[in-house]
Every structure is written in structure tokens, then in C-alpha cells.
């Protein structure tokens, strides 16, 4: 039993039985990972517009659609609602719904919300159309920015965004006609009067009315192909912001910009005019970064920059000045005048004027009073070092012939007089030469 013709038989049994059982765990685990894949839940990535759109708005959609390639999702869901916003950011956007290798459901939500202006745009560029009961879209006329578009300019502008309308939507097979109007007349729709003229493709009450709604449904893609999307039981799974998103998003409004700016510049101005109190320089600095990298995404229009700076100026200026008010009101209405121009845009992505107004009176109110604080403060007499002593009264202990002894602001110190005084007589400093006092007779009575 011990030959080794006995031994290659037990070894070679022993190499079979090993093979056997990795075929066994290999055909068991192929097994589990298809069972895994099978069971897996399809995803959707979901991620919404909400508010103006803008440059971040770009960045917040391009990573969504990314993530969803990333993680294999079935879809890319878009929640829109929105009052329009640049038509720059607009245009990047759609390039990056219509290039995502991810199909795309554009969703206006919820009840009450709205995909106007540009949000109309976006809405038309997804693969899928949907809008929720009671929202509506369209207006999607371009509106003039800064000034009034002569004719001839706004027929341009009108021409080009209903011609990129026009090919979008004959792509997406929806009424190229009706959404020509949305630009060139400015018309709105229901939700029921989109899906009845062929606008959009469904009315959902919410995403997940909308999945279900979509499952089993074959959509043509802008690229031509055709996909059967299946969202039995679909995972939603939302676009988490990063950091610098959420914060910029947050504040680009550029209303909350603006009152960010100012406070941040006032903090500023009072750290400066009163060294030392360290938290207003802190909480200035603060705010008036985050108001500008919160402008830095925005149109910027110079001319209204440069009345703000001339607002500041004057308010500076009526502190310094007796101007009877002339200065403060001239710094007023640059500053309101420069509120209303600083952001270049439509009319939801420019300042209020109640938010102008609101932020300038007590702006100019505080700037003007700690201005006057400041000069008070300089023209006072001097209270300290050699400068301080200059002015300060005194009785000559010894007699001034011209060298004696006075005392003075609480001390004694030797003097100097060009007159010859005697003991008990009353002296006033007029110069100091080092330790020595220079002092003439007081007259005053």
C-alpha cells in the first residue's frame, strides 16, 4: 500500500477532488453575483433646481448625471422649479442633459411650482417631459439686460433662442410650433395644456407616480437610440452637494449677496475706525467673502460697482463736509442706483428694490455716524505723551528766573520761562524740550 505507484494514484485523486471543489465554489460564487445583480433594485439619481439658474447650476447637474454613470443608474431625474435665470448657464446645461449617457426625465414639482423663462428650456431637453398638478412653464421670452433691446436686437435674440427651441424639441419629437411661441410670444401652459398639445409626455403627482409611470416605456434619445426603461421598484437616490455647491447655492440669490456685501464691508469699516473690538473685522471679512464668491457667479455689470463706490465716498465725504445732507442723499441714491445694476440678468436674477432701499438707508445712516465719531475724535486735544502736555496749566513752585521748578498735570518739573516769575505764580506749557517744560505766564483770568 506503501509503493509509489499507490502514492501517484492517491495524490492524483486528491488533485481531483481539489479541482472539483474550486470549480464548485467558482460556479457557486458566479451564481451568488448574478443572484446579487438580479436582485439589485434599479437606481435614479435624483437632483433638483430649485431657484435661479446659474453658473453653479451647470456644475450641480453634470455631477448628477455623472454619479448616475458612476453607479450604473437606469435614470437621471431632474426636479425643476424654477423662474428662469441665465440663458448662458441654460444653454450649458441642456449640452450636458443632451450628451448624458444616462437618459434624462425633466420633472416640474412640486404642486405650485413653475419651470418658467429658462426653466422651460430645461424642461424640454430632458428625454422624458413630466410635469406635476399645478405648475405650469413657458414665458420663455428673452428680456433685456441692463437696457432696453432696440428691435432689430430683440428680433436677434428672440430669432436665435426660438430656433434653438425649435431644433430641441423636433428632436424630442414634441410641438416645435406651440414652443416657438413660449419665446416669440411669450405664452405660458398648464400642465394639462402641455401635455394636451404636446409639450410633455406625462402629469405625475411625484416621482415615484412618475417612475411608475415610466416603467416599461421606450423613449427615443437625442442621439436617435431607442431605450426600454425598466424602473420596477427603482431606488431614488439623491445628489449630495458638495460643500462649495450647497454654500454658493445657498447664497446666490443676489439679494442675499448684496446684504452679505455690505455687512461684510461695514464690519470692516468699523474694525478699522476702532482697532481692537477684533470680532466685527472677523465677522466683516467673513461676509464680505462669502458675498463675493457668491457675485463671482454672476453677470457682474461694472457701471453699477462703480456707484456703489461712489456711494461710499460721498457718505464719507457728508461726515467730513457740511454739506447740509446733500452728500449723504447724493450717496444714497448711488448706492440704490448701484444695487439695481450690479447684476446683469433677467428680472428674478437682479437686486430688488425694496432689498436696495432696505440695505442703503441704515448703511448710510451708520456710515455717516461712525465717519463723525472718528473726526470728532481727531480733532480733540491730544491727552497723552509730549503732545498732551502742550496747553496743560500749572503754579511755579520755585521762582522762574528764567530756571525753576513748576508743577504741573500732577508732577514736578523743571522749566523754563522768557519771563522772570516768582514762586506761587500761574504758568502754561508751550513746548517740551525733552525733560524740560517751556512755559509762559497764564493770563487767563
Not at 435624483?46 to 439658474?53: C, E, H, Q, T, Y
Not at 435665470?85 to 420633472?107: C, D, N, Q, W, Y
Not at 443676489?254 to 478699522?272: K, Q, S, T
Request: glycine share 10%.
Amino acid at each position: 500500500m506503501d509503493s509509489p505507484h499507490f502514492r501517484r494514484i492517491l495524490r492524483t485523486a486528491e488533485c481531483y477532488i481539489e479541482c472539483g471543489l474550486k470549480r464548485v465554489w467558482t460556479i457557486a460564487g458566479l451564481w451568488l453575483c448574478l443572484a446579487t445583480v438580479l436582485c439589485a433594485k434599479p437606481r435614479v439619481v435624483a437632483v433638483s433646481v430649485d431657484g435661479v439658474v446659474h453658473p453653479i447650476t451647470v456644475e450641480i447637474v453634470t455631477r448628477a448625471i455623472e454619479q448616475a454613470q458612476r453607479e450604473g443608474a437606469r435614470l437621471v431625474l431632474i426636479r425643476l422649479n424654477t423662474p428662469g435665470g441665465l440663458m448662458e448657464a441654460s444653454r450649458h446645461t441642456i449640452e450636458k442633459i443632451v450628451a448624458s449617457p444616462v437618459p434624462v426625465a425633466t420633472f416640474v414639482t412640486p404642486s405650485g411650482g413653475r419651470a418658467a423663462s429658462a426653466g422651460f428650456f430645461l424642461l424640454e431637453a430632458g428625454d422624458v417631459a413630466a410635469m406635476a398638478p399645478g405648475t405650469n412653464t413657458g414665458a420663455a421670452s428673452p428680456v433685456a439686460i441692463g437696457v432696453e433691446m432696440d428691435q432689430v436686437m430683440r428680433r436677434k435674440v428672440e430669432s436665435d433662442a426660438a430656433a434653438s427651441l425649435r431644433s430641441l424639441t423636433a428632436k424630442r419629437g414634441r410641438n416645435s410650433a406651440l414652443a416657438e411661441k413660449t419665446v416669440l410670444e411669450a405664452k405660458s401652459f398648464t400642465e394639462k395644456e402641455a401635455l394636451d398639445n404636446n409639450l410633455i409626455e406625462l402629469i405625475a403627482k411625484d416621482d415615484r407616480a412618475l417612475l411608475d409611470a415610466l416603467n416599461g416605456r421606450e423613449i427615443t434619445r437625442f442621439d436617435g437610440t431607442k431605450v426600454k426603461l425598466d424602473l420596477a421598484g427603482a431606488e431614488i437616490v439623491a445628489y449630495q452637494e458638495t460643500i462649495r455647491e450647497a454654500l454658493v447655492s445657498s447664497i446666490s440669490d443676489p439679494n442675499i449677496a448684496f446684504i452679505l456685501l455690505i455687512l461684510g464691508a461695514l464690519g470692516l469699516y468699523l474694525e478699522f475706525t476702532h482697532p481692537g473690538l477684533i470680532l466685527p473685522g472677523v465677522a466683516g471679512g467673513i461676509l464680505a467673502l462669502l458675498g463675493l464668491a457668491a457675485l463671482s457667479v454672476l453677470p457682474i455689470n461694472w457701471g453699477g460697482v462703480a456707484l456703489l463706490i461712489l456711494a461710499v465716498t460721498l457718505f464719507i465725504l457728508e461726515a467730513k463736509f457740511a454739506s447740509h445732507g446733500i452728500l449723504g442723499a447724493g450717496g444714497a441714491v448711488a448706492m440704490v442706483l448701484g444695487a439695481l445694476l450690479l447684476v446683469e440678468g433677467p428680472p428674478e436674477m437682479r437686486i430688488h428694490l425694496g432689498t436696495a432701499i432696505g440695505v442703503t438707508l441704515p448703511f448710510a445712516l451708520i456710515t455717516v455716524f461712525l465717519v463723525s465719531l472718528v473726526l470728532k475724535a481727531r480733532a480733540n486735544k491730544v491727552v497723552t505723551g509730549e503732545a498732551g502736555m502742550i496747553g496743560e496749566r500749572g503754579v511755579a513752585r520755585t521762582a522762574l528766573e528764567p530756571e525753576g521748578k513748576i508743577f504741573v498735570h500732577g508732577e514736578l518739573w523743571d522749566a523754563i520761562c522768557s519771563t522772570k516769575l516768582d514762586a506761587g505764580a500761574r504758568v502754561r506749557v508751550v513746548d517740551v524740550d525733552g525733560l524740560t517744560l517751556r512755559v509762559e505766564p497764564d493770563v487767563r483770568p
